[in-house]
């Protein structure tokens, strides 16, 4: 298998310095410990033997993890969710697992590079449907129809999106289901930003109904915990489930006892976490709505729900951008994501958003 390093990973590792503000962080609030566990729960962590954990995860954790889905999902259960770690794990053992040399993969394109890139690692090949900003970043169904050929093997998509902000709908979801089934292709769904539903239309879909479907999700995006590094999968497919547990044997073999157990704790307060780090993205995306509005150069489609956006300069970009970055201000462009132009990804999960918004507005 050949590895190539992830796009934004290598443009990080390029700059000449880190920058104090991310303007295009994907991830929600960072918080601490100490803000979010309390005196006798940070000791309980402490308290926790260094040792092996079970492969599927702790099963106070995943039941925590199923109480996200229970209403979404009555029928599954906690044997049918895999603990790992991240979503970077969970997405490159879903393709490991289902992906031959040959075999094809449609997915949207700008991306996530993980979502484009893998595919080609276990020898499969990668077919974008090219989203456009004049259809709002929206594909249709007839996109993803056209590039299945018999050697397609999966659908994968991401909702809300990165990094446009585009949301799929039930409708939209119910149809690719109906095309997966018809082809016998698995249907692989990054719901990384699935609870950043700021404001409340509703963003989780039921794509587990189809047999072939899976989810991936992570601590790291909504909550805003990507230094506890806890992900999962959840499918109703018995065999993918067996599958991708013995290949974390061969990985990661389990998690860290230490992240575990506060993820459990995490998941105690989950709803909370999740309303207040939403309430933080809504109140920035209006913010840089109003940045928007105020600067003719910039224009794009305002996000419904997740944490990201992806905007247009009418002005060249790398001059905008490294003028940004003087003041100390990072901004990714879109090529990192597969979109060429003059746009650029903006995140709106953190706290200091209207700090590094006010810098780059200076004159």
Known sequence: MQFR?????DFYESLPRRARYNLSDACGATATLQDIL???EIAAVASVPLIYGSVEGRDDLRSGIYNLYQKLYPELGVDHITVLSGTEEGLFSIMACVLEPGDEVIGMLPCYPSLSDLPACFGAVFKSVELKSENCWQPSIEDFSALITERTKAIVINSPHNPTGMLLDQDFVDSLIALCGQHGLYLISDDVFAFSDFSEIGCQFNVLKYEKAILANVLSKTFGLP???????????????????????YNSICQSQLDEQVACFVMQKADAIIKRNNEVVRQNIELFDSFVATNDYLSWHKPEAGMLGLVHSSEPLKPLLDLWFEKDVLVLPGKLFGIEGNYFRVGFGKTDFPEALARISAD
């Open 5 to 9: 390093a992830m796009k934004h990973h």
């Open 227 to 249: 230094g506890v590094r806890i992900g999962w999968v959840m499918t109703g497919n018995e065999e993918l489930t067996k599958s991708i547990r013995h290949l974390k044997t």
């Open 38 to 40: 309390s005196a006798d």
